[in-house]
């Protein structure tokens, strides 16, 4: 049963990385900050190979400082 737990959250958090790369490509913002996030979302990515729950939580971070606006200042 655990593992169908498991393989729920995986295709769950995939779900959710897919549409979160989706909404960071359509942000009109600099490319600087689009990288950045590409960045988080590549490290939430690699966290999931090892640690989904932690994954999750990290996902679920980043999408509400989308929703709410909070986003990155351009890097130089």
Known sequence: ???DGQLKLYAAVAGQLKE???RVRALQVPEGVRM???R???VITAVAKHDLAD???RLE???T???EGRIPTEER
Do not use: G, I, P
Request: aromatic share 4%.
């Open 20 to 22: 979160a790369h989706a």
């Open 65 to 67: 400082d989308l929703d």
């Open 1 to 3: 049963m655990e593992h």
């Open 36 to 38: 950045a996030l590409t």
């Open 40 to 42: 988080k979302l590549l």
């Open 55 to 57: 994954a999750a939580r």
């Open 61 to 63: 971070s980043f999408t």
